[in-house]
């Protein structure tokens, strides 16, 4: 049976194993943490993502942890006005789950023996193949590409509240927007961007942010960094996959999406090729869709925290105006992705 080491337990490390192991590979999940977990905080998948749970057979048991996000349609500005309101046929609805239930049950998909916690690689350990989902600061890329170091965009805060009914919505602020999700149980999970400063410029915008801010316990700061193009996931037998080959900004909820995606269009190389050219169709496959992703999303996110009023005034305009089939036709790019066959 071939063996696969994958470093990193991380949404896109499980998503591989889940995967290499419905292709009948032996793999063993290296994690340097000495527990493995994800933070308190949100994230939202899209249909391409769930399409490649359901492709892995694990779509229905992730679904049962989500609620569903109109955020795609709830368009506001700071003030509570509407943008653009959910509409139901029209707008997609995005899976939204609190990190660490999504984690949770990627994990409860492998038997506790693949995963080795307490382990941090930093030498090419010996297997048939090597998936580096080692995050964003990979080491596996700083050893093996001559690859340029993240970059930093702007700044995340995040939260989760609790005892609170909201819908999902992207409120669009001067230099700042604020993003939120309804979660399972009565949560609900947000995320403020911005370059400047944090919570406290947001507290008279629009119910429920001043609720849900007030209803959060520990909020988190992130710095959102993205990495610039490289020119292969592949170097031997050790493979890029998730925030390791291509981290990108968050604006197009795309950073575990792609993750997953890769993890299925790796473990169907494999199924019907051997190694070296599984992995160069994982290139063909892969480059091209993870670059234009990463492109989209940080050209939107340097719209969205813009402090130009004119940009500003421009988004909140084309947000208002864009006619249906050209809103339809951008997120059919990103979205309308399907897997390639498992089984
Ligand atoms: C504010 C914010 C909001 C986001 N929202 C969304 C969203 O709504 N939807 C979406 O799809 N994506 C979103 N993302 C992106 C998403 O969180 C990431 O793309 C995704 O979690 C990456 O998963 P990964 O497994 O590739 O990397 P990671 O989650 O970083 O996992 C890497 C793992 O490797 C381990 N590791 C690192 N080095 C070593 C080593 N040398 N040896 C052993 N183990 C090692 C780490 O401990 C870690 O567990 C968001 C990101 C941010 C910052």
């Known amino acids: 049976m071939p063996e696969a080491v994958v470093v990193g337990g991380g949404i896109g ?50 679904r049962e942890h989500a609620a569903f996000s109109q955020v795609t349609g709830n368009q506001r500005l700071p003030s509570g006005r509407y943008l653009r309101r959910f509409r139901e046929g029209r707008d997609v609805p995005l899976a939204a789950f609190h990190r ?34 080692d995050g964003v600061h990979s080491t596996f890329r700083n050893l093996l590409w001559d690859a340029p170091q993240p970059r930093r965009r702007y700044t995340a805060w995040r939260g989760v509240a609790e005892g609170v009914e909201v819908e999902g919505s992207f409120t669009l602020g001067r230099g700042r927007y604020f993003m939120i999700h309804p979660l399972p149980g009565g949560r609900a999970c947000w995320a403020l961007g911005s370059r400047a400063d944090g919570p406290e410029a947001v507290r008279t915008w629009h119910e429920p942010i001043p609720e849900l801010l007030a209803a959060t316990e520990t909020v988190l700061r992130n710095e959102i960094l993205d990495l610039g193009p490289l020119p292969s996931y592949v170097h031997g037998n050790v493979v890029l996959l998730g925030d390791a080959a291509h981290a990108v900004t968050p604006d197009l909820g795309q950073g575990a999406c792609q993750a997953i995606e890769d993890a299925v269009t790796l473990a169907a190389a494999l199924r019907d090729e051997p190694v070296p050219a599984a992995l160069a169709r994982y290139d063909r496959e892969r480059l091209p869709r993870t670059r234009m992703i990463a492109h989209t999303a940080r050209r939107k996110g340097e719209t969205a925290v813009s402090p130009n009023p004119l940009v500003h005034g421009l988004v909140a305009l084309t947000t ?9 036709r951008s997120t059919a790019r990103v979205w309308d992705w399907s897997p390639p066959r498992l089984s």
Request: proline share 3%; hydrophobic share 50%.
């Open 100 to 133: 660490a239930e999504l984690h949770r049950v990627l994990l409860g998909e492998l038997p506790g023996d693949v995963i080795r916690t307490g382990r941090r690689v930093t030498a090419v350990p010996y297997a048939d193949l090597v998936v580096a989902a």
């Open 13 to 62: 490390g499980l998503t591989a194993a889940i995967a290499l192991r419905r292709i009948g590979w032996s793999v063993e999940v290296l994690e340097q943490a000495a527990e493995l977990k994800e933070v308190g905080a949100g994230l939202s998948l899209a249909t391409n993502a769930m399409r490649a749970l359901d492709e892995l057979g694990i779509g229905d048991r992730v």
């Open 320 to 328: 208002r105006w864009l006619p249906e089939a050209a809103v339809r």
